[in-house]
């Protein structure tokens, strides 16, 4: 997984649209257009992986844009890697979702709630668990980022790598999609904390902010409202990733 850092562009559907929310609160949302044609664009741009995510699955407790999902696997075909989050809430769900040719599985809520259905699904598909830790206030969020968990970030990256966990996605759920930057420490502990790979979520503005992450030691980053809003061009974020491995 990730043997090269990466800019993963996100699509999250909410009503079978595209949109971005501010710190995860429903009623901020702007709206980008078809799932399909928000995919397609950043995989003719260059892009390796997709991160999907059904919010309304977030938010309701079971998935709710199947159809726009199922439409974007049929779009992007196998050559790309397409990660999905939201309303995934049983083994069963993430293991039709990983046959049905999902790459990996985004857990939260799941997780949290029933800690072994990490290594439940990690038997069938070993390295198909991506753990989501929504942080905001340094406490890791579940349902759609609203209940807090008591659990500090670091500590459950520890617990969920020991069940079989293939990677870890941190969202810094207070700089959330407000395009103002990130915060680097938070990502260089949970890298420090365990051995699978980190992904970053959150915050991202620039490309300057991308490069930051690299140098934290995240394996990868997802980027949403700086792409969609055209703060900087995913080709362009290639090209300085490979300029900063020259």
């Known amino acids: 997984m990730f043997p090269e850092f990466e800019v993963i562009p996100a699509v999250d ?23 399909v044609e928000a995919a397609q664009r950043w995989v ?11 919010l309304d699955g977030a938010f309701e407790g079971e998935r709710q844009n199947a159809a726009a999902i199922d439409a974007v696997l049929d779009a992007v075909g196998a050559d790309v890697d397409v990660q ?13 979702l990983l046959d049905r040719g999902l790459d990996r599985v985004i857990l939260g809520t799941a997780a949290v709630e029933t800690p072994e259905i990490v290594g439940e699904i990690s038997d069938e598909h070993p390295g198909s668990v991506l753990v989501s830790l929504d942080a905001k206030d340094g406490e890791v969020v579940v349902s759609g980022w609203t209940e807090g968990t008591g659990l500090d970030p670091a500590e459950a990256a520890e617990r969920y790598a020991d069940l079989g966990a293939g990677g870890i996605l941190f969202t810094d759920v207070d700089v959330e999609g407000q395009l103002e930057g990130v915060r680097t420490e938070p990502v260089r502990r949970l890298v420090d904390s365990v051995d699978i790979p980190v992904i970053a979520s959150g915050g991202v503005a620039t490309i300057d902010d991308v490069l930051a992450l690299q140098s934290a030691g995240a394996a990868a980053v997802v980027v949403g409202s700086a792409l969609y809003e055209g703060q900087f061009t995913l080709d362009a974020a290639i090209d300085a990733l490979d300029g900063s491995s020259e």
């Open 13 to 35: 559907m909410q009503d079978g649209q595209v949109v971005q929310l501010v710190g995860g609160e429903r009623g901020t949302e702007k709206t980008y257009g078809d799932p």
């Open 44 to 54: 003719d741009a260059g892009a390796r992986t997709l991160h999907l995510v059904d």
């Open 84 to 96: 999905l989050g939201g309303g995934i809430r049983t083994a069963e769900d993430a293991v039709s």
